[in-house]
């Protein structure tokens, strides 16, 4: 009986064995599944609102209405625009030139005054396209208005500098920039 009762705890114990192993492996697997889910949870970025006429009436300075229908900028202001603000970077002056509500301002100031090579030039290609975002104005006289306008402007630009492996680099990309435009308009 000695006999028979050690063969049946073996067979009890190898289909036991085989079951936890299998639950043991399917517990590690939904582990490392929620364990990839939580590392790739924590390179969501801070979301920045989708600027709608309700949000940009709320965002106004005090005194400003919304204009209804935006004007284009003349692409000529934009084309100043960019250039005064590509000799600002290359004169290392960003810090004075970036709005104080830069979005991660200082980790952009901090990433060019550690990664960016010192001799690094950026050169404006070419201007892709001008977009009036959203614009707002206040009376200040007669017939005369400050019209504020934030302007897009796509833009291919070329980052010059000196490689010590390489020698010379010169790497072209597009890119965006927004800016705030302030002027004085006298209605006619």
């Known amino acids: 009986m000695g006999a028979t009762g050690t063969i049946a705890v073996r067979i009890l114990v190898k289909?036991?064995?085989?079951?936890?192993?299998?639950?043991?492996?399917?517990?590690?697997?939904?582990?490392c599944a929620f364990?990839?889910?939580?590392?790739?949870?924590?390179?969501f970025r801070k979301f920045n609102k989708i600027r709608t006429p309700a949000a940009?009436?709320?965002?106004l300075p005090e005194g400003f209405s919304a204009v209804p229908e935006p004007i284009r900028l003349p692409r000529s202001i934009v084309s100043r625009l960019l250039q005064d603000f590509l000799k600002t970077w290359n004169g290392g002056e960003l810090?004075?030139?970036l709005a104080g509500d830069f979005y991660d301002r200082n980790r952009?100031?901090?990433?060019?005054?550690e990664d960016v090579p010192r001799d690094a030039r950026l050169r404006l290609v070419s201007i892709q396209?001008?977009?009036?975002?959203?614009?707002?104005?206040?009376?200040?006289?007669?017939?005369?208005?400050v019209v504020v306008s934030r302007v897009a402007a796509r833009?291919?630009?070329?980052?010059?500098?000196?490689?010590?492996?390489?020698?010379?680099?010169?790497?072209?990309?597009?890119?965006?920039?927004?800016?705030?435009?302030?002027?004085g308009v006298r209605k006619k």
Request: aromatic share 10%; charged share 25%.
């Open 15 to 31: 289909p036991l064995a085989a079951a936890a192993r299998f639950w043991a492996i399917l517990a590690l697997w939904f582990a």
């Open 35 to 43: 364990v990839v889910d939580i590392a790739d949870a924590a390179q």
């Open 56 to 59: 940009v009436q709320k965002d």
């Open 95 to 97: 810090e004075d030139h």
């Open 108 to 113: 952009l100031l901090n990433t060019i005054s």
């Open 129 to 145: 396209g001008v977009d009036t975002l959203d614009q707002s104005s206040r009376a200040i006289g007669r017939g005369r208005f």
């Open 155 to 183: 833009a291919r630009i070329q980052i010059e500098f000196t490689d010590p492996g390489f020698g010379l680099r010169r790497i072209e990309t597009n890119a965006e920039y927004i800016f705030k435009v302030t002027m």
